[in-house]
């Protein structure tokens, strides 16, 4: 079920909304003179990856479950 479309497709979502969310959570390290936290800069955009990976996966799984109907 797991295919490089899925999985490049999961790293662009990764890519956007881990940025954004790192902005976001970070904004005075990256803007301003606090230190950053790389732990969770990297957890930042590992959870969008797999959040969006599962989704898919499920619904392929359940997509051909129907065809199997």
Known sequence: ML???VIKRA???ALIV???LNIINQHDAIFF???????KIGLTY???F?????S???TMRDMAQ???K
């Open 18 to 20: 881990g940025t954004l």
């Open 33 to 39: 003179d606090a230190s950053i936290q790389w732990i």
């Open 11 to 13: 790293a662009w979502i």
């Open 50 to 54: 797999f959040v969006s990976l599962i």
């Open 46 to 48: 590992c959870v969008p």
């Open 66 to 68: 129907e065809h199997k």
């Open 56 to 58: 898919s996966i499920i």
């Open 3 to 5: 295919n490089r479309k």
